[in-house]
């Protein structure tokens, strides 16, 4: 059973441009959760979704930043209009149904910098 | 409101002695509480987790850690450490308080360093 497959693992834009990170889930996993860790910081929760829905985003910013989880294929975590400030390392993590204990298995990383 | 606070950013011991981790939570229902490890580049890794269970729970790589509800702690240890221990822990905690999967906090990490 593959691993939490996140990509590309390293990720250069110039400001303005768009970046799209992919991940795909854990087999048999419906539930997604995005994170971003900052330079010398833990990782901060952004999204959580389930298939088709978005469950909580209540630490997306609000701009510039979206996130779906369709039906057939990975989610998508979508910045636009990138800014310096957007450089992070970005975290999904995957999940089966279950309550709040269940583990969550995180993939390697997508790594952003933005020049 | 849930937080948790790591009290060490940075820990050194020298190889073959104990390690201690510290951490304390803040949440306003019942926790679980889970202590993670990421090495250099590399994602996220499970040690251990507590979900009202046995208070002293076991991980891998011989990793422990008791919850202290008294004290608001949750605090990792090893009797003895290994030079491939060293790695960055975050200490984490959720709470099920809406019945479904909820998302994670995390502390600011400790930077586990082992001296040869």
């Known amino acids: 059973n593959a691993g939490v497959m996140q990509n590309p693992r390293h990720l250069v834009r110039r400001r303005g441009q768009e970046a799209r990170l992919r991940c795909s889930p854990m087999?048999?996993?419906?539930?997604v959760y995005w994170y971003r860790q900052l330079p010398e910081e833990g990782l901060k929760f952004m999204v959580y979704?389930?298939?088709?829905?978005?469950?909580?985003e209540s630490g997306m910013p609000k701009e510039r930043f979206s996130a779906e989880f369709p039906k057939e294929g990975p989610s998508i975590l979508r910045i636009q209009q990138v800014v310096r400030g957007d450089s992070a390392a970005y975290f999904c993590?995957?999940?089966?149904?279950?309550?709040?204990?269940?583990?969550?298995?995180f993939g390697p990383g997508t790594r952003l910098t933005v020049l | 409101a849930q937080s948790v606070t790591q009290l060490d950013s940075h820990v050194s011991v020298s190889e073959g002695t104990p390690v201690l981790l510290r951490c304390n939570y803040s949440?306003?229902?019942?926790?679980?509480l889970f202590w993670y490890v990421q090495h250099p580049n590399k994602g996220l890794q499970l040690l251990l987790k507590?979900?009202?269970?046995?208070?002293l729970v076991k991980g891998i790589n011989g990793f422990e850690a008791e919850f202290k509800k008294s004290e608001t702690s949750f605090h990792l240890t090893k009797p003895s450490a290994h030079m491939s221990d060293a790695a960055e822990y975050f200490c984490?905690?959720?709470?099920?308080?809406?019945?479904?999967?909820?998302?994670?906090?995390f502390g600011t990490g400790t930077r586990l360093t082992i001296i040869p």
């Open positions: 993590a995957s999940s089966p149904l279950g309550l709040a204990d269940n583990e969550q298995f």
């Open positions: 087999k048999g996993h419906s539930h």
């Open positions: 979704l389930q298939k088709e829905n978005i469950i909580d």
């Open positions: 949440s306003s229902y019942s926790p679980s």
């Open positions: 507590y979900t009202s269970a046995a208070t």
């Open positions: 984490v905690v959720t709470y099920d308080y809406n019945f479904g999967n909820e998302k994670l906090t």
